[in-house]
């Protein structure tokens, strides 16, 4: 899926499963649960920043409820095993991708650049969700993250939809090309802590 559909350049190692994540879940649900709300704030700004466009207001108030949704059901795991909520962890991750964002020049450079960074992170949750569901040694959470690698699917070609309809003067093919390198760069630092980008 990852070559032909996400076309992301660097795969996670599935040992980071066996290795990384199985010794601590709990650290693996708490990171998720604030990925899912991040997400949900980050289609909220896209609200917030673009009320005119209305086809994306629309979509980005069903994805708000989405993965809000997601984030209950995370959280309903971590109680189903007696665990609570942590505090919101950092995601270097996200914070180095967002370093690549256009923030000078039209709104509508910064719009695809939002919508492009977007894509890119539901691209590599989707890939970790994948990686997930075919390593856990935990039949629960594999038939969970496998519903959620199709969800996330579905989100990052909404956003590359969504970049392509409201772009008038970018490239989105060659601007997302670039993100696609860029992000080969920025994860080979990662796969190492018991985070869904980390």
Known sequence: ??????????????????????????????????????????????????????????????????EMDHFKRVHDIILERGFVLGRERKDNYVNEL?????????????????????????ARSCERFKVLSENINDAYLSEFYHELMISEATHYATFIRLAKKYSVETDVDARWKEFLEYEARVIQNYGKSESIHG
């Open 98 to 122: 967002r370093k690549f964002i256009i923030t000078g020049g039209g709104r509508e450079a910064q719009l695809i650049d939002r919508l492009l960074f977007s894509a890119m992170i539901e």
């Open 1 to 66: 899926m990852e070559k032909t559909i996400l076309k992301l350049q660097l795969p996670t190692d599935p040992l980071w499963v066996k290795n990384v994540v199985e010794s601590n879940i709990e650290e693996l649900l708490t990171d998720h649960a604030f990925c899912e709300q991040k997400a949900a704030s980050n289609a909220i700004t896209l609200i917030v920043q673009n009320p005119n466009l209305s086809d994306l207001v629309q979509e980005m108030a069903l994805l708000v409820q989405e």
